[in-house]
């Protein structure tokens, strides 16, 4: 099924195993512009699962876009620690490439004192500083450092260059006319725009020589008021080829259109396949793509249907690094499939953590996070089917322990099942069965429709007792809420209350609230939101809020925030802010104000005398990324 994923392919001169390759996403896995031992460990790991090729993340060119948590490659000084990496790789058996980049506007100057620079004078809200116009002189001095920069890529050993010419960066910055309003020689006309990224392809091949191969990230359009559309971004990858390019890395977006650089769930898959598509016509090097593409027959039909030769898969690969490896061995069914939630990867990335997956603590952490057979087996209950237990269960099956799980509904998957039935989060659903699936195949022993009762546990004589019974939504004490037109949030999420009425006011502002919003708004209703606190959203990931936020606003949705629900009445719900009282004509309300710790069966296992651990939403309603990764730790250590 999979013939042209797993066949050999070339760029330049390189013969790369099958059709796979690691992007440079960052991983926070660098300190003193150094790489860590887990940044090795995190690439080896993908190489042993099978990928081709390796481009580790961006490496600083110049001094000023360094950070001490930016691959530094702007001195001699850094080739030692890169020639460890890079023979790393290659003795795992893959094929290492490093991405040379300068951030331009879009790095902050603190790190070397001084202004961020840029074609102009074009502050990014993102990073909102100010950037000083590079001199001409400077100019041609970054061109020839990035050409420096691949001279030592190649003396530590790495097999390739790639140039970042993508989201929002140096050399695209240059190449967009709302960020370049120069009027000398590299401003103006699409040709003098990508004049320099031109210039840096030519002085890297003066450096690395004619058969080193460079490939080049491009995003083919900006999304931006005033940046590049595709046909122009068609035009610049023509000229990066003329200049010597061995192949072109297809991606879009940048600072100012964040979700398209790391595409979300609300992005569809392949996201990026028809602009590479559009690309390979009009070039003659091999393309990359990467975007949402999560399985191997989403990687076989783009390949298949000619819109790209190389499928990049940076997220599915933090899911699964065994991704190729299961492909190759039939097991495709068994891949952990990346759901696009953001939260473990570039969402713990921007809080300064190392990059990693929901579903996968091991990634970034492959020495300390390792399923070890259990020294002593034992007979272990999980209580509760939702992703805290699946996980507890999966993991202690695997170490050899005789595992039982208790469901006291007839499906598994818990909250997530739930999550999964708001708009564009089918794949959240997905993701919950599929895990229900992989304690299947461990050989757990699942009980759906079971309630945890004393008399239940003492039949299965457990050793070990893991309560994994997840959270009830919390129903406040507002006069009123026990009205038929009061509906919870969960409940109208599963479509198991159906709203009739067109005016809804939406009691909680986090993450359920907005998302029963915008199941209303698609139902045509018209939905106020109440919120005690002063901002709605706030455990959304960066990458997620955009879209929220930008439905809010073309909807005209009214957010009150700081306000409390006092009343709920016939026709209204009586709110208060800072000190005034309102009434807000409404024909139904939504509760979405939280979850509380179901905890009900911890005492009669404690009165059992059982050795027992809570986890997950029983512990404290928290998100899936700490229910897993918490229930993983507790089921590698009984």
């Not at 809804?504 to 915008?518: A, F, H, K, N």
């Not at 209303?520 to 919120?531: D, M, R, S």
Request: glycine share 10%; charged share 25%; hydrophobic share 40%.
């Amino acid at each position: 099924m999979y013939d042209l994923f797993l066949s050999p392919g070339s760029i330049g001169r390189l013969e790369l195993k099958n059709r796979v390759i690691f992007p440079p996403m960052g991983s926070g896995y660098v300190e003193n512009e150094q790489p860590k031992a887990q940044l090795i460990d995190y690439h080896v790991r993908r190489v042993l699962g099978g990928c081709a090729m390796n481009i580790v993340e961006i490496a600083a060119v110049h001094e000023t876009s360094k950070s001490p948590t930016t691959l530094g490659i702007y001195a001699d000084k850094f080739i030692p620690g890169l020639a460890r990496l890079a023979a790393a790789i290659k003795k795992a058996g893959g094929t290492p490439c490093i991405q040379l980049w300068h951030g331009g506007r879009q790095t902050s100057g603190k790190p070397f004192g001084g202004q961020p620079v840029a074609p102009s004078a074009v502050k990014n809200d993102f990073i909102n500083e100010e950037p000083r116009p590079l001199t001409l002189d400077e100019v041609k001095e970054l061109i020839a450092c990035f050409g420096e920069a691949a001279r030592r890529a190649q003396e530590a050993g790495f097999d390739a260059v790639e140039i970042h010419g993508a989201h929002g960066y140096l050399i695209d910055q240059f190449l967009n006319p709302y960020t370049n309003k120069r009027e000398d020689e590299y401003g103006g006309s699409l040709e003098n725009r990508a004049r320099f990224g031109v210039e840096v392809i030519q002085a890297v091949r003066a450096q690395v020589g004619p058969d080193f191969p460079i490939l080049f990230r491009l995003s083919a359009q900006e999304n931006v008021p005033g940046g590049i559309e595709l046909e122009e971004g068609i035009a610049a990858a023509r000229l990066y080829e003329q200049a010597g390019v061995d192949a072109l890395d297809i991606s879009q977006g940048c600072y100012d259109a964040l979700p398209y650089t790391v595409p979300p769930y609300f992005l569809p898959q392949k996201v990026n396949a028809a602009n590479a598509a559009r690309i390979k016509q009009q070039t003659g090097v091999p393309i990359i793509v990467a975007g949402r593409i999560n399985h191997p027959e989403l990687a076989e039909e783009i390949l298949q249907a000619g819109m790209a030769d190389f499928i990049s898969l940076g997220r599915p690969q933090l899911a699964d690094p065994d991704f190729v490896k299961k492909t190759a061995a039939g097991r495709a069914d068994e891949i952990v499939r990346c759901i696009a939630c953001n939260q473990g990867c570039v969402g713990r990335l921007f809080k300064g953590l190392g990059v990693s997956c929901i579903f996968n603590p091991a990634c970034g952490h492959e020495r300390e996070v390792v399923i070890e057979p259990a020294k002593s087996k034992k007979k272990v209950l999980v209580i509760g089917g939702g992703p805290a237990g699946l996980e507890a269960a999966r993991v202690a099956r695997e170490r050899g322990h005789e595992v039982v799980l208790f469901e006291k509904e007839v499906g598994l998957g818990g909250q997530f099942v739930v999550a999964g039935r708001a708009p564009h989060k089918e794949i959240f659903a997905q993701s919950a069965l599929h895990m229900g699936y992989r304690a299947y195949k461990a050989g757990v022993d699942i009980r759906v429709y079971t309630d945890a009762t004393a008399e239940r546990i003492r039949d299965v004589q457990p050793d070990v007792v893991i309560v994994a019974s997840g959270a009830d939504p919390a129903l406040p004490p507002i006069p009123g809420s026990d009205k038929p037109h009061v509906y919870e949030a969960r409940a109208v999420l599963m479509a198991d209350q159906l709203i009739k009425a067109q005016q809804v006011v939406v009691v909680g502002g986090g993450l359920v609230g907005l998302e029963v919003m915008e199941v209303l708004l698609a139902q045509g209703k018209q939905v106020t939101v109440i919120n005690r606190g002063p901002e709605v959203g706030k455990e959304l990931e960066l990458y997620i809020k955009p879209y929220t936020f930008g439905l809010i606003e073309r909807e005209q949705v009214p957010i009150l925030t700081n306000t409390s629900c006092l009343e709920i009445g016939d026709g209204f719900v009586l709110v208060e802010k800072d000190g005034r009282r309102e009434k807000i004509a409404c024909e139904a309300v939504v509760l979405a104000v939280g979850s509380q710790s179901n905890t009900k069966v911890v005492e009669p296992v404690q009165e059992m005398g059982i050795e027992h651990y809570v986890v997950g939403d029983a512990v404290k309603p928290t998100n899936v990324l700490d229910a897993i990764w918490g229930a993983n730790e507790i089921a590698r250590k009984i």
